[in-house]
Every structure is written in structure tokens, then in C-alpha cells.
């Protein structure tokens, strides 16, 4: 589909009173990193549902703070 086939004329135009009530949100910075985990423990947090990233995240915040001043390695 070419943007000439669209059909925009179901949106309503942008108003001046649109955008004084517009907000405009920043999301909260977050580290974009790469992690290595067993196939199996990936497979598990899939399984317990789509927000299984916020589950990986929270579990390794428990981790953390229970963890904090001690050194392992």
C-alpha cells in the first residue's frame, strides 16, 4: 500500500486545543543491554506472560538488593 492509497479522512485534524492539552511524555531512562541466559530460564520467564522482561528485571533488583555488601564472584 503507497501513502496515496491511505484513507485519512476518518482523523480528525490537529487542533490548536489538541495540543495545549497534549503532554508530552519522556520514559524513565533504562539501560539497553544484551544478557546471555540458559535457553531453559528464558523459556521459563516467557511462559509466566508478556511483561517476562519486567520479571527478569525485578528478580535481578531482589537479587541486588538482598545482596548488597556482599562480594561474589
Known amino acids: ?6 484513507d485519512y479522512s476518518y482523523i480528525p485534524p490537529l487542533t490548536e486545543e489538541f495540543f495545549e492539552k497534549a503532554v508530552l511524555r519522556v520514559p524513565a531512562a533504562q539501560a539497553d543491554n544484551l544478557i546471555q ?7 521459563w520467564f516467557r511462559s509466566q506472560g508478556a511483561e517476562y522482561r519486567s520479571l527478569i ?17
Open 1 to 6: 500500500m503507497t501513502d496515496e492509497e491511505i
Open 37 to 43: 541466559l540458559d535457553p531453559e530460564v528464558m523459556a
Open 57 to 73: 528485571n525485578s528478580v535481578l533488583r531482589r537479587y541486588m538488593e538482598n545482596s548488597s555488601g556482599r562480594q561474589s564472584v
